[in-house]
């Protein structure tokens, strides 16, 4: 159970200091050039970064007990392990597809000569399937409420049920991020207008990839 904890610190330091990097090193915040010739005011964009930052590190902190709960409770007599619903692996493949379209869209959000096409079909791809994400996870809870199998019954169902609500609340947040950005995109609003949103939600895309991969990985572990 030591091991099990201290490994547990691990990835939350490793996660926060990742996520610190990757939030201050974003481009978009070093150049209030684009933010003079898009709005005619200079923008100062850290504290965005700062608050995604503090936002994913307590994020990070309240999956990091929930995790240890986890390990503790399973070594309770009344544990019995749960075969998790298959449809996860599918799931953990569109969260993936997710990330990959928001990288794209990073990717060309600062090339202001292309357009803003790219990065829209870069939203577009992230937030499709980020929704079969949900919808997927909503039909495993499915496939256990039809074995019978529910919070009540067995705590690693109960904790499965709070480790995918959990993640799937704060993915419903991103995404209301991401369709307010499709929708700036769409009234052909400058793209360096989104710049920032884009940039930010990237690394909260990817930063609830590496959350799931983590819980997903925990529970099938055990």
Not at 55 to 82: G, H, K, Q
Not at 101 to 118: C, E, F, L, M, P
Not at 170 to 188: D, E, F, P, T
Not at 199 to 219: A, D
Request: glycine share 4%; proline share 3%; charged share 15%.
């Amino acid at each position: 159970m030591t091991i099990t904890l201290i490994f547990l610190a691990i990835i939350m330091a490793t996660v926060i200091f990742w996520l610190l990097k990757q939030t201050f090193n974003v481009e978009p915040w070093v150049s209030d050039e684009v933010a003079d010739e898009v709005t005619g005011a200079s923008l100062d964009l850290k504290p965005q970064a700062i608050a995604l930052t503090t936002f994913m590190a307590v994020a990070t902190s309240l999956f990091a007990l929930f995790a240890s709960a986890y390990s503790l409770r399973m070594e309770m007599p009344d544990w019995r392990p749960l075969n998790e619903p298959f449809i996860l692996w599918m799931n953990s493949a569109f969260l993936v597809l997710a990330s990959i379209g928001y990288q794209w869209s990073r990717n060309n959000v600062a090339k202001t000569d292309i357009g803003s096409k790219k990065v829209l079909n870069g939203l577009i791809v992230a937030g499709t399937f980020s929704i079969l994400f949900l919808i997927g996870q909503l039909l495993a809870w499915k496939d256990l409420s039809d074995q019978g199998m529910f919070a009540s019954t067995n705590p690693a169902v109960a904790f499965f049920y709070v480790f995918t609500a959990m993640h799937g609340l704060h993915l419903l947040g991103g995404l209301y991020v991401w369709a307010r950005s499709v929708m700036k995109i769409q009234k052909n609003q400058d793209i360096r207008v989104v710049r920032t949103s884009v940039e930010l939600c990237t690394i909260y895309w990817h930063f609830m990839l590496l959350v799931w991969m983590l819980l997903f990985g925990l529970m099938i572990a055990t």
